[in-house]
């Protein structure tokens, strides 16, 4: 390197004193809402008059989704204009970019029209009862910038409200800040009339928020969420935000949440909590979501950090950030008495069947599931079920084995809980540094203390068979098949279509499979008597392995007939016994895994 003169240093010095970082201010307003348009202003400030263009750019996926999304095609109506409005020339280079160029102008201010009604998708909704906004699919960038703080001006519909995770400017509601855009959005906003319940919880705010109506009673839901808070601020250690935002969307179209920096969105049908089973399917929700503000949103895969808002971004450990969620998501529900241990070894057996059918799970690792979820997981492809394994549910299940196995070979000292919180620890989201397959595997071996290269490479990177058996026995837990309820079955399912049953999907292997049943096909009749997809399923389980039945349906326009030779299910239901005489060792396990007396 070349060394600069005492002269030119001089000459270079009041430059770099007086160098202005350029401020970033973005304007959302919703004027007319039943039009579903948002429009969007940013203001970008103190530019340097050199380079003389610049690109702004608008993602074109959303964290948590992984898929593309291309929000760039709701946008519309786009300008760009120097600080005193003159007009910019502009154009489009691809999908994503609009090209500027601003010659020796220092102010560049973008507007835009974005089109939203994806409420559904959490990404964008606006329509005459609310709004909902994930940065993502909404708010343009410029690469260079986006490490710059923030504002954001939100100018609501008549006299809604905004919530969300992002902190107000003082003294104004509707001005926020950020430290980035990246912070911007993963800060979803909910803006509308919804009811707002602050609470605190280990000396911090946290705020449940209701869009829509629904018979839920606040003062328990507080209580019940306070209880998720405080299990995961024991696990991981600290609850790494200043305030925290639980956004909830009734509505028919509600099911699923998205988690976020500092709040989680979660959509429920306002039936929800009607009954004890979707209640607890609630919290499930909740604690999944809640989970993630540790494992995802700051102990990140190395190939989401940090997030490239342009394309896709290949991780394989999937697995981990959503089936490990999943998997103590579930566990958090029973260590905290939700769920008895009982109703958790059931769904267990559950899982173990659903693992054993899934042809998919024979040709898909989760590393492969995890890095193709762009293009298969995420596209619920036809052949999905028989094509591919799945990182939530086979993820969780590996998990589960994973945990039991540290337990056993560490003689129940440590657990999965140890590696989970020594990752945390040793990839801080400040570090920029995410974890890879082979960073799980080594704090899981330092803690059991011995290999577990064969253990990723036959259920990580390869497909081999899950040994249920010998991880449940570990906990004195004894894995039985329940030959006896084997049903007769064809191996499809269905969903009502006009009153006809549409097949969704085959199983590989199965009898309707083997007779040429196919996706898409319309079922009318099983031995010339009209079947619906509600009753299809006990129809058949009232036959006898060994029947021939013949099903009449409409494949297009065609009618057609199929001779199908019935069978058992080939994978049996389990069930998940205590054994008899366990061992201290097989008692701990069991006690402290699921936080429950043996008895
Ligand atoms: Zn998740």
């Not at 405080?230 to 250690?237: A, H």
């Not at 429920?268 to 604690?287: A, D, Q």
């Not at 070979?409 to 990752?423: A, G, H, Q």
């Not at 054994?579 to 060792?585: G, I, M, S």
Request: aromatic share 14%.
């Amino acid at each position: 390197m070349k060394r600069l003169s005492l002269s030119v240093l001089i000459f270079l010095f009041p430059a770099l004193l007086f160098a202005q970082k350029p401020s970033v201010e973005y304007k959302l307003s919703m004027p007319q809402p039943r039009t579903h348009f948002f429009e969007v202003e940013i203001r970008f400030q103190g530019l340097p008059a050199s380079p003389s263009s610049l690109n702004v750019l608008m993602p074109v996926w959303r964290t948590g989704r992984y898929v593309i999304f291309d929000f760039p095609g709701g946008v519309q109506e786009f300008s760009a204009v120097t600080g005193d409005d003159s007009p910019l020339p502009w154009a489009k280079t691809d999908k994503l970019t609009w090209h500027i160029e601003k010659k020796r102008s220092t102010t560049v201010v973008v507007r835009y029209k974005v089109y939203a009604n994806e409420f559904g998708d959490r990404t964008r909704g606006l329509n005459d009862e609310h709004a909902f906004v994930d940065g993502c699919a909404v708010f343009m960038y410029i690469e260079r910038y986006r490490h710059l703080p923030l504002t954001l001006t939100v100018v609501p519909y008549k006299d809604w409200h905004v919530t969300t995770g992002l902190e107000t400017v003082a003294g104004d509601q509707f001005k926020f800040s950020a430290p980035d855009f990246d912070y911007l959005i993963d800060c979803p906003l909910e803006i509308g009339d919804q009811q707002d319940y602050t609470f605190q919880v280990e000396g911090k705010e946290h705020v449940l928020s209701i869009y829509g109506k629904g018979s839920y009673n606040p003062d328990k839901l507080i209580k019940d969420i306070t209880t998720i808070v405080k299990m995961n601020k024991e696990f991981w250690g600290d609850l790494p935000y200043k305030r925290y935002v639980f956004l909830i969307e009734l509505t028919p179209h509600g099911g699923g949440g998205t988690e976020h920096i500092n709040s989680t969105i979660i959509g429920l049908s306002p039936s929800t909590f009607k009954n004890s089973n979707s209640y607890r399917g609630f919290l499930g929700v909740v604690s999944h979501e809640y989970f993630h503000t540790w494992n995802v949103k700051r102990l990140r895969p190395k190939g989401i950090l940090p997030y490239d808002f342009t394309r896709e971004n290949y991780v394989k450990e999937l697995w981990v950030a959503e089936g490990t969620t999943s998997y103590y998501g579930q566990l958090f529900l029973t260590r905290a008495g939700y769920v008895p241990a009982s109703a958790s070894l059931d769904a267990i057996a559950h899982m173990v069947q659903g693992d054993r059918q899934r042809p998919g799970d024979k040709i898909q690792s989760l590393d492969e599931s995890s890095f193709d979820a762009w293009i298969k997981f995420w596209k619920g492809l036809q052949q999905g079920y028989n094509s591919e394994s799945d990182y939530y549910g086979k993820g969780a299940n590996v998990s589960l084995l994973l945990d039991l196995e540290i337990r056993q070979r560490s003689n129940n000292k440590y657990s999965l809980d140890d590696v989970m919180r020594t990752l945390y620890q040793r990839f801080p989201l400040a570090g920029g540094r995410g974890y890879t397959d082979d960073d799980v595997q080594k704090v899981s071996e330092e803690f059991a203390g011995s290999s577990f290269k064969t253990f990723f490479d036959n259920y990580v990177h390869g497909t081999a068979p899950l040994a249920w058996e010998t991880a449940l026995r570990y906990a004195g837990l004894d894995l039985q098949a329940k030959d006896a309820e084997r049903k007769t079955w064809l191996g499809v399912w269905t969903s009502d279509q006009n009153g006809r049953a549409r097949v969704n999907g085959v199983i590989a292997g199965s009898p309707a499979y083997e007779a040429g049943l196919d996706y898409g096909d319309e079922i009318l009749a099983i031995d010339g008597q009209r079947i619906r997809s509600s009753d299809l399923q006990n129809r058949i389980a009232d036959f006898k392995a060994g029947d021939k039945v013949k099903i009449s349906l409409f494949r297009g326009d065609e009618l057609r007939e199929f001779d199908v030779m019935l069978r058992p299910q080939d994978v049996p239901p389990y069930k998940i016994v205590k054994v008899e005489k366990p061992t201290d060792l097989q008692k701990a396990i069991y006690e402290s895994w699921l936080g429950t007396k043996w008895e």
